[in-house]
């Protein structure tokens, strides 16, 4: 497991007002006491590291032209992804979905159930292509733009 820091910064901005905050994780709450600034952006400590994300990993699809069954329509990307947001929604994985370029992201509200799991491992290949979680700063990362390093 990678070892992570944190920054906590505590300002008293005047005679009753705290201002606390955490910039790795864009965490910044004011309060008329120290103890209730404190308690309020426990919140945010608490979410940020409880929180991750399902990853769902879609290929480029190729239809079949010689397979006089398939039906165009039903195999294509945007119709494979609808798909698979509404059955992760219908087995109460996720409700939420960000889309990205190959992937769809939705946020966890807990730690998978196992029936969720074993779900998700039989319907990669089938509805999607692969699966991972992540915690929300590796998310972020990910959104970043590669930088090619040049020698």
Do not use: C
């Amino acid at each position: 497991m990678q070892e992570k820091t944190y920054t906590l910064n505590i300002r008293q901005t005047g005679n009753f007002q705290y201002e606390v905050t955490i910039p790795e994780i864009g965490a910044a709450k004011m309060a008329p006491t120290l103890d209730s600034a404190l308690n309020i952006t426990l919140h945010d400590i608490l979410k940020h590291l409880t929180t991750r994300y399902l990853i769902l990993v879609f290929a480029d699809q190729q239809i079949d032209s010689d397979d006089p069954s398939s039906h165009p329509q039903e195999y294509t990307k945007a119709n494979l992804e609808y798909q698979a947001a509404f059955e992760v929604a219908k087995q109460g994985i996720a409700s939420q979905v960000k889309r990205s370029e190959r992937h769809l992201v939705f946020e966890l509200s807990g730690p998978l159930k196992r029936e969720q799991a074993v779900w998700l491992d039989k319907h990669v290949g089938k509805l999607f292509d692969g699966y991972y979680i992540k915690d929300e700063l590796e998310v972020e990362l990910d959104a970043l733009p590669m930088v090619e390093a040049y020698e």
